[in-house]
């Protein structure tokens, strides 16, 4: 990594633009330069701009921000002091820093940063900083919007994060003393940051973590072992005895409720089927009323039948009737169209004589205005050409004032801003006199505030190392007497685990006199017993109530089997009988059909016109046998409508028989159907219940025992196991107290062995505490002295500044508003005094400025005078053309009064030849519409005739049937034909239904009524409803507490199984976790600490020993006496005085230039470690050569020539004038007027 070029603008006191190229010469071909100037120029700026560019962070500002101190701006309120946008210089609105580097990839590469104040200028608000990455060589961006993006770019190809960075190229000023002197601590996360093994912090902090976690993990499971003692033997038998006998209650209770709930069963379906009767008996009632209430319905389709051979008559007159009209409409529109064309035919023929007159006067118009267009068009000539000198004469006269006004706004804001300047000059004048006494201060302020920095940094830390040795004293006492109580605690704990270890050994023989292997094969057995003896009886009960089940489904299915034997006979004669059924009934009917169209009226007509020989019109046939009329055909009529009535009543009869019978049978079968699946289910339970018996049978000695006295014979053999199982308990109880002892006792030895063990691991650790926490104390000790010996170094500096020397005083009592308020006030007379050079020179300005203005002003009134004079004259010409060519042509233009005229004749031509084309039409329309009508009037003639012979023949008709004996009017004839064959067809249907539905209303409330008459007979008891439902609710409260009792009982033996079985468990997963934990407290003791100081601190030992190699390699140059060397244990230096026979010395007794040679070598020796994976081609080194003598110096700038012969271009910031005769290369700072300075290259000779 090399920089290449450092530039800026507007940093601090650099204003303006400045660069620094290293790659041109002189500075290309130096190896080492000097950044030099007075104090306060602004040389540590420049390796700002550097860190500004890179980092946007600086070695001045890292401390500052952490402060809480606000630093006031008059344009944006304040910000924070370590807030790089101080950086940016008072009055300027906008500054950057920008360096080219060359990355570790070999490119070149240009980091710009950039601030700037709101809308550029000085008295806007700060705005957000921005960044940008450039590669030089194709001018690419790189990274994103996104700053941190930007800079994680930029660390990476600079292979340094910023802490890095200002121990390997920037060497800051006052820097170089903090790691020499720095505590163990600070030392350790300095070396942590600058090598990036933070990871033994982190390995210390979760080994601490981890031994808590697992020490609570085992502490947890003790806790949780005291929770899981389990029920006494005589207690737990005593509530499995009580299991039991819930367990008997609760069947005995459940088959009286299965009785109860089957009686109540009966009264449900006893309650169904007297519903259905109920319900049958209302259709029933129901559709012999709707068939009753039918009979004027079948009256009105009889009388509808008998005029259905009047429909052709009556349809053939509607028709004519709806043409007659049709016609006579059609006439009436054809007459009026008639009239209206004539009369549209005379309009036209007025209209073409108006449009012939119409378009000879337009024509006469356009002849009568030839004179007025030519005189206008030679005046719209004359106007025409007017018109550019008007417009010429006004634009110069507009111009004029527009001068004459813009010169007096000038004149009057230039003799504002004079008064205000001059105002502002005598404010400043005023009030520099007022406060003289802070012209020292604001002139050097850049070193009173560097020196009241220093002396606050010291005073803090003064107070820091005082009150750190405080608590260190009172720490260091607490732990002695901790010490003092870890001895006595392990005393304790040994003689606690002795007697622990003599309760053992006696536990442990009471134990051996149990047989426990013994003790549980007995039980295995005896449960197993218990288990197999409760089994059997269960299923024995189950496969008794599966049998009856059985026996009763197949009793009910005999039952339905008969009655559905009965109801296929029943259906076998009705399908017989009905075909013929049918067959009379069809013939009946027809018959009855035949004889009525015999004797209708419109067949007697026909017969009177029939002759003999010739053919009937109807069928065809010569021979007419009934030609004449026949008094007997009446009598036969009647007796066939008779015939067919009693044939169609047979065949219904039949119908509903069948219907009634089919849904029976339909009933019975789905009952049968649903018989058949529960007895198939039923013996499927059967065969189930069979096999768990078998599977479960205890022996040949139950299958001699009569099925009768089986359940008796296995209740005893579940007793008598019970009864084992009992004493069996009494003696587990008495092994499992001894097993308990022996347990707890253990435990009780091995908690002892691990508490003696704590307690002598705690003693240790504690007396190591002891021996580091004394030399902190020291050390603390020793940094309050030096830094109160540091603080009056700067104190007595800052006393040049005051006259008074009880300024110390308020400065120690808050220093940071002290050096405040001074800033403010250096701030203020800077400020009043660069106002009053500026304000000086504004007036002489525009005192000239004025001047210049009065003149313009004078020079641009007579120019308007004179312009306005010549607009006047063009403008009176053009006034006078205009007036005249007003009075032609009503002042419209020649081209539009030309287009109006000949519009108007175009118009007038086009109307003359529309109204003759109309003319000829309506002509033309009046002949065709006359003749239309005529042949209407025809047509209407002829359709009034055909319709009077239609209703002559309905009339006929009509006559004819009411020679029957019925009168039958017109309206009457069309309300009885308006009914389409579609709805007679379905009224004969609906009527044929009400009849069916009676008789099959009655079949089923038959078949209800027989239902419930079987199901009273198979009433099982006496008993109500509301008995058996007040005895069922009973048995249920009775039910629900056996059961809530039998789950209480079962929870609790399930709870003392869990704790025997959760206890074993536990002790083994304490054992497991004790052993884990031992680990991890051991892995604690040695690495652990909550904050990683432990394995940190001993890490870095490793790192320091590294660096303390490099930096006394610089020593052997810089310092050939000293050589530096590590505190055995701990992160703390000494140095090894080597011309006192390797005399150790403490570093804080080093002179001032000896500090600073061992800093110098620190300091490279911290750049070498920090460089060891990235080559680093450039090195700035800032201040710290003032301390030392002649001889050191020259050591020094050795040491320097060296670091450049190896490569490295080294830059330095330094004051001492040896330093710049030796250094023919400079960067030289210069100040100038107004707290500004400027940078520039120079090279000596």
């Known amino acids: 990594m090399k920089i290449l070029a450092i530039r800026g603008k507007n940093l601090a006191s650099l204003a303006g633009d400045f660069q620094i190229d290293f790659t041109a010469n002189p500075l290309a071909d130096a190896g080492l330069f000097a950044i030099t100037g007075p104090t306060g120029a602004g040389k540590s700026t420049v390796l700002d701009a550097l860190c500004l560019a890179l980092y946007e962070r600086t070695p001045r500002l890292a401390g500052a921000g952490s402060q809480g101190e606000n630093i006031p701006d008059a344009e944006s309120g304040s910000f924070n002091a370590g807030d790089p946008r101080s950086l940016l210089r008072r009055g300027a609105g906008e500054g950057y820093a920008e360096v080219d580097f060359a990355g570790n990839d070999g490119l070149a590469y240009r980091a710009r940063w950039t601030v700037r104040r709101a809308r550029g200028r000085s008295s806007g608000s700060l705005q957000k900083t921005e960044v940008q990455l450039t590669r030089i060589a194709d001018g690419q961006t790189l990274g994103d919007h996104r700053k941190t993006e930007t800079y994680a770019q930029i660390k990476n190809l600079i292979g340094l994060s910023f802490d890095q960075f200002t121990r390997a190229v920037l060497l800051a000023q006052n820097d170089f003393a903090a790691f020499l002197k720095a505590n163990d601590g600070q030392r350790a996360e300095l070396l942590e940051n600058l090598t990036g093994t933070d990871i033994y912090a982190r390995l210390s902090i979760q080994a601490h973590a981890r031994e808590k976690l697992e020490s609570d993990k085992l502490k947890q499971l003790q806790e949780k072992l005291q929770g899981q003692v389990p029920l006494a033997e005589d207690e737990r038998a005593a509530r499995e005895q009580a299991r039991e006998d819930q367990q008997v209650r609760l069947r005995d209770c459940e088959v009286e409720r299965a009785k109860i709930e089957a009686h109540m069963r009966w009264h449900a379906d006893w309650q169904t089927l007297r519903k259905d009767e109920a319900e049958a008996g209302a259709r029933h009632a129901q559709d012999v009323a709707a068939h009753d209430a039918a009979a004027e319905r079948r009256h009105a389709l009889e009388q509808v039948e008998s005029v259905q051979p009047a429909r052709p008559l009556r349809d053939e007159v509607l028709r004519l009737q709806s043409d007659a009209g049709k016609a006579a409409s059609a006439l009436k529109d054809a007459e009026a169209a008639s009239a209206g064309a004539r009369a549209l035919a005379l309009t036209r023929s007025t209209e073409l004589d108006t449009a012939g007159k119409n378009s000879a006067a337009a024509l006469e118009a356009r002849d009568a205005a030839k004179p007025d267009l030519d005189a206008a068009r030679a005046l719209?000539?004359?106007?025409?050409?007017?018109?550019?000198?008007?417009?010429?004469?006004?634009?110069?006269?507009?111009?004029?004032?527009?001068?004459?006004?813009?010169?007096?706004?000038?004149?009057?804001?230039?003799?504002?801003?004079?008064?205000?300047?001059?105002?502002?000059?005598?404010?400043?004048?005023?009030?520099?006199?007022?406060?003289?006494?802070?012209?020292?201060?604001?002139?050097?302020?850049?070193?009173?505030?560097?020196?009241?920095?220093?002396?606050?940094?010291?005073?803090?830390?003064?107070?820091?190392?005082?009150?750190?040795?405080?608590?260190?004293?009172?720490?260091?006492?607490?732990?002695?007497?901790?010490?003092?109580?870890?001895?006595?605690?392990?005393?304790?704990?040994q003689e606690a685990l002795s007697q622990a270890a003599t309760a053992l050994d006696a536990a442990q023989q009471a134990a051996a006199g149990y047989d426990f292997e013994a003790l549980a094969r007995e039980r295995q057995v005896l449960e197993a017993r218990r288990e197999q003896s409760a089994l059997c009886l269960q299923r024995w009960q189950n496969l008794s109530a599966k049998r009856q089940a059985v026996q009763e489904l197949a009793l009910r299915a005999q039952n339905l089997s008969d009655d559905l034997k009965s109801l296929d006979e029943q259906l076998s004669a009705c399908a017989a009988a009905r075909p013929q059924k049918e067959s009379e009934a069809a013939a009946s009917e027809r018959a009855l059909r035949v004889a009525e169209l015999a004797a209708s009226a419109s067949v007697e007509a026909l017969r009177a016109r029939l002759e003999p020989g010739a053919a009937c019109p109807v069928c065809g046939a010569t021979e007419h046998p009934y030609a004449a009329h026949d008094p007997v055909a009446k009598a036969m009529l009647e007796a066939l409508r008779r015939e067919a009535v009693t044939a169609k009543k047979a065949l219904a009869d039949l119908i509903a028989d069948e219907a009634t019978a089919q849904g029976k049978r339909q009933a019975l079968t789905h009952q049968n159907e649903t018989l058949r699946a529960q007895a198939v289910r039923a013996e499927e339970e059967l065969s189930k219940s069979r096999r768990a018996w078998d599977a479960a049978a205890p022996g040949a000695e139950f299958d001699a025992i009569a099925e009768a006295e089986r359940e008796n014979g296995l209740q005893r053999a579940l007793d008598q196991t019970r009864t084992d199982l009992a004493a069996l308990a009494e003696r587990e109880q008495a092994q499992r107290a001894a097993a308990r002892l022996r347990e707890t006792r253990d435990a009780a030895c091995k908690s002892a062995a691990a508490a003696a063990e704590q307690a002598r691991q705690s003693l240790e650790k504690l007396e190591k505490e002891v021996q580091p926490l004394a030399q902190e104390k020291d050390a603390a000790t020793t940094r309050a002295e030096t830094a109160a010996q540091h603080l009056e170094a700067a104190l007595h500096a800052l006393d040049e500044a005051f006259a008074d020397a009880g300024w110390r005083a308020d400065w120690r009592a808050a220093p940071a508003s002290y050096a405040a308020a001074r800033q403010h006030e250096a701030v203020e007379w800077t400020r009043n005094n660069t106002v009053l050079d500026r304000c000086g020179e504004r007036s002489r300005q525009l005192a000239t400025e004025m001047r210049a203005a009065s003149e313009a002003l004078t020079f641009a009134e007579q120019q308007h005078k004179d312009r306005a004079q010549a607009c006047v004259g063009q403008e009176s010409n053009l006034a006078k053309l205009r007036g005249e060519r007003a009075g032609l042509l009503g002042g419209q233009p020649v081209a539009a009064a030309e287009k109006a005229l000949a519009h108007a004749l175009a118009i007038a031509g086009a109307e003359l030849e529309r109204a003759r084309q109309a003319s000829q039409e309506a002509d033309g329309a009046s002949t065709r519409l006359t003749e239309t009508a005529r042949l209407a009037a025809l047509g209407l003639q002829q359709i009034e005739a055909e319709r009077g012979a239609a209703q002559a023949r309905l009339a006929d008709w009509l006559a004819g049937y009411a020679r029957d004996g019925k009168g039958l009017g017109r309206e009457q004839l069309d309300a009885w034909l308006a009914w389409t064959p579609e709805r007679i067809q379905v009224e004969r249907s609906a009527l044929l239904a009400l009849a069916g539905a009676v008789d099959t209303a009655l079949a089923v409330l038959r078949e209800n009524i027989r239902r419930r008459e079987a199901h009273e007979a198979q009433r099982p008891t006496e008993q109500d409803l509301p008995v058996l439902q007040t005895a069922l609710a009973d048995l249920n409260v009775v039910l629900e507490q056996s059961k809530k009792d039998l789950a209480a009982v079962e929870l609790v033996l399930a709870q003392d199984e869990e704790k025997r079985v959760a206890a074993s468990g536990l002790r083994r997963e304490i054992e497991a976790q004790a052993a884990v934990s031992t680990l991890w407290r051991q892995l604690a003791d040695l690495i652990g600490s909550h904050d990683g100081k432990k394995f940190r601190n001993y890490a870095q030992q490793l790192t320091l020993d590294i660096l303390l190699g490099y930096a006394n390699r610089h020593l052997e140059t810089l310092a050939r006496r000293y050589r530096l060397k590590r505190i055995d244990d701990t992160l703390g230096l000494m140095v090894v005085d080597q011309d006192m026979g390797d005399e150790v010395r403490s570093v804080h007794s080093l002179s001032g230039g000896e500090s600073f040679l061992v800093s110098l070598a620190l300091a490279l020796g911290l750049a070498s470690l920090s460089s060891h994976r990235v080559r680093v081609e450039s090195l700035f080194i800032d201040e710290g050569f003032g301390s030392l003598d002649a001889d050191a110096l020259a050591v020094a700038m050795d040491a320097l020539d060296r670091l450049q012969a190896q490569g490295r271009k080294v830059g330095v910031i330094s004051h001492v004038a040896e330093m710049h005769e030796r250094i023919a290369t400079r960067i030289v700072v210069r100040k100038e007027s107004g707290g500004r300075s400027r940078v520039s290259v120079e090279r000596g000779t």
């Open 380 to 493: 719209d000539a004359q106007i025409e050409a007017a018109l550019p000198h008007v417009e010429r004469a006004g634009a110069a006269r507009d111009n004029a004032v527009k001068a004459v006004n813009a010169a007096g706004a000038n004149m009057r804001k230039l003799e504002t801003a004079s008064g205000a300047v001059e105002q502002q000059l005598r404010d400043a004048q005023t009030w520099l006199a007022g406060h003289a006494a802070w012209r020292q201060l604001a002139e050097q302020w850049a070193r009173w505030e560097l020196l009241f920095g220093q002396a606050a940094n010291h005073l803090d830390a003064e107070r820091r190392a005082q009150a750190e040795s405080a608590a260190l004293v009172k720490k260091l006492a607490g732990l002695q007497v901790r010490v003092k109580q870890a001895g006595d605690a392990r005393a304790v704990s």
